[in-house]
């Protein structure tokens, strides 16, 4: 089975900050990655697909890249309404998620 | 507007079965796949299998094969995840999920889960 190892498990940082999110698969699986945002007792919430698609609705601060095993989820200017868990998905067969990042401001 | 709308939470004794629903409205509920989402107590998402309801063709996360079974019933939009015996370890919110979309020209795409139900909280405890 394919294995989504995200990094760092957590981070803090100052509003305004460029915040980066990894993300790797044990496995190539071309871009069939999407990233969800999961804010504290609410229901996910889906940001980006096929590794750099943003959903409708999604504040462009919000992006994301990669191809075959590595990427990256990138909030260009963190917001106060951006503390959440992220999360990684592959969708290429399994459905695996990634074990989360939370973020949180410092 | 499309949503998921899912049963209310249960609480069930170790060994008793439970059946949760989640009903799709919307949208055509027997053209995308749906899946079911654990999350344990303060834990990360776990992908437990999918369904497509037009046919009820299913598949299982390997580690949930064998310890839930997943169903729908497409005349009156629903699918549902099932026990048949409950364990403590099995207390967890459930999230049902639509996955995803139809492009330009009409293709189904299986995607990521673009909708999400509300959850449903199980607690299992003697």
């Known amino acids: 089975d394919i294995q989504m190892t995200q990094s760092p498990s957590s981070l803090s940082a100052s509003v305004g900050d460029r915040v980066t999110i990894t993300c790797r698969a044990s496995?190539?699986?071309?871009?069939?990655l999407a990233w969800y945002q999961q804010k504290p007792g609410k229901v996910p919430k889906l940001l980006i697909y096929?590794?750099?698609t943003l959903q409708s609705g999604v504040p462009s601060r919000f992006s994301g890249s990669g191809s075959g095993t590595d990427f990256t989820l990138t909030i260009s200017s963190l917001q106060p309404e951006d503390v959440a868990t992220y999360y990684c998905?592959?969708?290429?067969?399994?459905?695996?998620f990634g074990g989360g990042t939370k973020v949180e401001i410092k | 507007e499309v949503q998921l709308v899912q049963s209310g939470a249960e609480v069930k004794k170790p060994g008793e079965s439970l059946k949760i629903s989640c009903k799709g409205s919307?949208?055509?509920?027997?053209?995308?796949?749906i899946g079911w989402v654990r999350q344990m107590p303060g834990k990360g998402l776990e992908w437990m299998g999918i369904?497509?309801?037009?046919?009820?063709?299913?598949r299982y996360s390997p580690s949930f094969q064998g310890q839930v079974t997943i169903s729908a019933d497409k005349s009156i939009s629903t699918a549902y995840l099932q026990w048949s015996s409950l364990k403590a370890s099995d207390t967890a919110m459930y999230y049902c999920?639509?996955?995803?979309?139809?492009?330009?020209?009409?293709?189904?795409?299986?995607?990521?889960?673009?909708?999400w139900g509300q959850g449903t909280m199980v607690t299992v405890s003697s």
């Open positions: 999920a639509r996955r995803g979309y139809y492009d330009s020209s009409g293709y189904y795409v299986q995607g990521a889960f673009d909708i």
């Open positions: 369904i497509y309801p037009g046919d009820s063709d299913t």
């Open positions: 998905q592959k969708y290429n067969s399994a459905l695996t």
């Open positions: 096929a590794a750099s």
């Open positions: 496995q190539g699986i071309s871009n069939y």
């Open positions: 919307g949208y055509s509920f027997t053209s995308y796949w």
